[in-house]
């Protein structure tokens, strides 16, 4: 559904990425981790189309996302950023109807049947109905990642592109966020931070270093002790979950670089 290919992305004169290639099949659940700096969010715009390439290319579903008007991307693609300005006193409901905009007229009018169950079930889904009619001004930093999760999930596209979904959420609110994304059915692209969860809960992973892609494959096929160690620079134990059954990552100690 979704292909970068040979992707080259400039910010400031600095190249961020260079050459990512990679692919994502419908219905699939792929992370991007590796160390700050590595170049997850800026994939992450340019497959969301809000930032261009300097060379190379990404499709979805065939098409160049440069191609697509704004509201036929939005159409195909949501996403939630990891930190937003909101700007104005605008409530929580006002703020996840805005993810039904790429269907609706210009002109006004009733173009929209399915707007008020969406935005509704999304509500529900990502438990902020209680705080509906609030200001968003108002909640805290998990409240809002929450809400923009509900706004993406009103828009109703078939691929996710998040960005560190669970960083400002307690553990509870983490699994659940996770527990809900998972169980989409969708094509789903998430920047994750937290390696033991990137492992539990997503089909693929990207490890992403200096801007380049330094291996793809199922958490068990990436996370070993030795690339993490060279990635992140720390060495970390790699075992597996009991209760899960899935990969997890203990960093040891100090840093295995100097300086």
Known sequence: MITVDGLCVDRGGVRVLDGVSLSVAEGEFVALVGPNGAG?????????????????????????????????????????????NFGFEFSVRDIVEMGRHPYRSRFGGD???EGAELLDRALARTETAQFADRSVASLSGGEK?????????????????????????????????????AGLDETVVAAIHDLDLAARYCDRVVLL???EVYAVGTPREVFTADRLATVFGVEVTVGENPATGTVTVTPNGGSTRGG
């Open 40 to 84: 997850k969010s800026t994939l992450l715009g340019a497959v969301g189309g809000h930032l261009p390439p300097a060379s190379g290319s990404v499709t979805v579903d065939g098409d160049p996302v440069g191609s697509l008007s704004a509201r036929s991307l939005a159409r195909r693609i949501a996403t939630v950023p990891q930190e937003t």
């Open 209 to 211: 270093a200096e801007g």
């Open 145 to 181: 990642q929450r809400v923009l999760l509900a706004r993406a999930l009103t828009q109703a596209a078939p691929a996710l592109l998040l960005d560190e979904p669970t960083a400002s959420l307690d553990i509870n609110h983490q699994v659940r966020t996770l527990d809900l994304v």
């Open 111 to 113: 173009g929209d049947p």
